[in-house]
């Protein structure tokens, strides 16, 4: 009797592992498609980069980059605005960060204390608006009135705190700072604001990195701040700066030399993927390192609220 229980366990056990193994084996490759789905698009742009745009419009590439072809990063690096548009992009992502984390992370902060007065309403409105705004226009009139049009201030101040950020920094601080340490920090004499600089800041790195890799990928991509809100080319942005160039040389194909317009038109098409892999290689480098942190600290952020 002992045995055939012992069988029909032994039996049972094989049977779940296998189909286990099964799972496993179908979860992997399934997770090995997506990933190969997302990551080669990305590939596809680099190797393109690199390859003759008459390959490309064929469809000849595949892995690896088929008759080597650098015209487009020759033209984008001998174009004088792309420096300073690195260097204001730069600038307004650097400032942005600092200034939306200075915003955030308070207020967020504030949100997630239950005895804060009026809590609920506040949340209210500031969800109200990811639904809806005023618009463009309103937004234009007010830019104008706060005198910052063409200022720096217009590219930092209209996307200084995000609302879904917001949520996520309130729910972060709800789940991992315990009540007991706020009352702990009250009977030893600390105060509310040195209680959030010295207690809840330090504890909070994962997800100020990822608040810093969000705001800062925003500030990075910003394209209609730009053109709505900055007149002089000298203050325009890389991703600007990027549009005007591939426009400029797609506008300059007209000539009576059959070689030279067929030269032109490959490198339009060049400038394409080039403006792409230039403009986002910063944000690529830096996201390995901030990888754990976005990780952890979404998830974190994510488990109430």
Not at 67 to 96: C, D, H, M, Q, S
Not at 179 to 184: I, T
């Amino acid at each position: 009797m002992k045995t055939s229980n012992t069988s029909r366990i032994a039996g049972e056990s094989l049977a779940s592992s296998f189909a286990d193994r099964i799972f496993d084996t179908l979860n992997a490759a399934l997770m090995l498609f997506v990933c190969i789905s997302i990551a080669y698009p990305l590939y596809f742009v680099v190797i393109a980069s690199f390859t003759d745009p008459n390959v490309v419009n064929q469809g000849r590439i595949l892995l690896w980059p088929v008759n080597f072809f650098t015209g487009g990063y020759e033209r984008i690096f001998a174009y004088p605005p792309l420096w300073k548009g690195y260097a204001n992009t730069l600038l307004y992502t650097v400032v942005g960060t600092a200034v939306s984390l200075a915003v955030t992370m308070p207020c967020a902060y504030s949100l997630s204390r239950r005895d804060m007065a009026f809590r609920r309403p506040l949340m209210f409105l500031f969800t109200f608006t990811m639904f809806f705004s005023g618009g463009i226009i309103p937004l234009y009139i007010i830019i104008q009135k706060l005198h910052i049009y063409n200022t720096i201030w217009a590219m930092v101040l209209p996307g200084a705190i995000s609302v879904y950020n917001l949520i996520v920094c309130r729910s972060f601080f709800e789940t991992s700072i315990p009540q007991e340490l706020l009352e702990a920090s009250r009977i030893d004499g600390c105060t509310d604001f040195g209680f959030f600089f010295k207690m809840v800041l330090p504890v909070s790195s994962t997800i100020i990195a990822v608040m810093i890799l969000f705001y800062a990928t925003a500030l990075w991509n910003q394209f209609m701040n730009a053109l709505m809100f900055m007149a002089d080319q000298d203050k325009m942005p890389l991703q600007v700066i990027m549009r005007n160039l591939i426009l400029i040389n797609q506008a300059n194909t007209i000539t009576t030399d059959a070689s030279e317009v067929i030269m032109r038109q490959k490198l339009a098409e060049q400038l394409k993927y080039a403006v792409i892999v230039v403009s986002a290689l910063p944000l690529l480098a830096a996201y390995p390192f901030l990888q754990k942190y976005f990780t952890k600290g979404v998830m974190i952020g994510a488990v109430k609220g």
